[in-house]
Nanobody
Framework: QVQVVESGGGLVQPGGSLTLSCVASGIDFGRYIMRWYRQAPEKQREVVGIIDGNSATGYASAVKGRFTFSRDNAKNTVWLQMNSLKADDTAVYYC??????????WGQGTQVTVSS
């Protein structure tokens, strides 16, 4: 059974930092591209960035330079380190494990709220 579970969300002040974790079990984790998405209220879900099995990364322009992805294939875990947070970063953050269209798994999401 495949499970993708995010954790680490919460309330943080503008300019603060937060680290999200995502554990994906039941898959050959190192083969999967891991992607982070977010969805703000009344907005479409958007990709935050990706990290492949070799830890090559790509970031959306809105977060580049502030967010950092990392992964540990031995622990089936990816992290999203978020710095210099802004109110616009407020959203539900989702972790996605993608190998192909038949092996595409989502977590339940974790809320990040940036507010003073």
């Amino acid at each position: 059974q495949v499970q993708v579970v995010e954790s680490g969300g919460g309330l943080v002040q503008p300019g603060g930092s937060l680290t999200l974790s995502c554990v994906a079990s039941g898959i050959d984790f190192g083969r999967y591209i891991m992607r982070w998405y977010r969805q703000a209220p009344e907005k479409q879900r958007e990709v935050v960035g990706i990290i492949d099995g070799n830890s090559a990364t790509g970031y959306a322009s809105a977060v580049k330079g502030r967010f950092t992805f990392s992964r540990d294939n031995a622990k089936n875990t990816v992290w999203l380190q978020m710095n210099s947070l802004k109110a616009d970063d407020t959203a539900v953050y989702y972790c996605n494990a993608f190998l192909n269209n038949s092996n595409n798994y989502w977590g339940q999401g974790t809320q990040v709220t940036v507010s003073s």
